[in-house]
């Protein structure tokens, strides 16, 4: 896919790291190049904010791979590499109060899981709400809509069942019920921005986001934007990278410029910035690089 916009919107130089053969080179070479990342910021004179360590942490889906054959020792890892948080994406076998056990040996928190539409539309509500419960996380978080609901009906009908199961979520001591993007959200269809149709005809008190900032990049949004317009509506984010052909990277890695993003993040109630990467080669790798790159970010 075209990443044209996304260049520009992030003021990111994926066309000049590319052209240098910069961007292969990992995190330091960008930072250099951008001036941002290792603390260099924006000369504005602000000072220069970083994410708090209780704010970092892994969607599980990067360890996917892993976890399925050792799934204790991979949270060992990450919470021995720094991560505070996780977002639960799969159960590989167990229960929720079994990986609430194993969280709590390692010294991890979950902070919310992903729960397929249907059931968080349906009648599995109330048992995924005391899952997260369990977990001991806040959200629920709704991964994608089904192919067939992308069109502006479609999103409009996910927008009313959110809402009603945001509010379940609400009385039984939850946070509003978060919806994932991917780039397809965020197309003009009919003449209308699918996500736009999300983002005002839901309730915020009931809804709020998880905004997968590789996938919004991919479809031309503008995370700065949004925040600003938006307010705290967004507690979660994907922090996803970038390459510049426009595959995914280590989190510092890509041509994405995070620090820019992050620094309308407090407007967008940002807490929990979640590292995710889709098709890591070593998930392990990937998690000690983003991490590295996200504790020393300042912005």
Known sequence: MSVNGTRRAFLGTAAGLAAVGLASTGTTAYASESGRGHGHGHGHGRPKRKIPRSGIGMHLYTMRSILETDFEGTLEQLADIGYATVGVSGRFGRNATQ??????????????????????????????????HTLGGEWVVVPSLPGEMHTPAGYRE??????????????????????????????????????????????????????????????????????????????????????????????????????????????????????????????????????????????
């Open 99 to 132: 990986i609430r056990q194993v969280l709590d040996d390692v010294g991890l928190k979950a902070v919310l899981e992903h729960v397929g539409y249907g059931i968080v539309a349906g009648t599995g509500l109330q048992q995924a709400i005391a899952d997260v």
């Open 158 to 299: 996910a927008a009313a069942a959110m809402n009603r199961a945001g509010r379940v979520a609400r009385e039984s001591g939850l946070g509003p019920v978060l919806f994932h993007n991917h780039d397809a959200d965020h197309k003009v269809v009919d003449g209308e921005v699918l996500y736009d149709i999300l983002l005002n005809e839901t309730d915020p008190e009931y809804v709020g986001f998880e905004l997968d900032l590789y996938w919004a990049a991919k479809g031309g949004a503008d995370p700065r934007r949004l925040f600003v317009e938006e307010g705290p509506r967004f507690p979660a984010l994907h922090v996803k990278d970038m390459a510049p052909n426009g595959d995914f990277a280590d989190v510092g890695s890509g041509v994405l410029d995070f620090a820019e993003m992050f620094e309308t993040a407090r407007r967008g109630g940002v807490r929990q910035w979640l590292v995710e990467h889709d098709s890591p080669k070593d998930p392990i790798a990937t998690a000690r690089n983003s991490y590295r790159h996200l504790s020393r970010l300042r912005y």
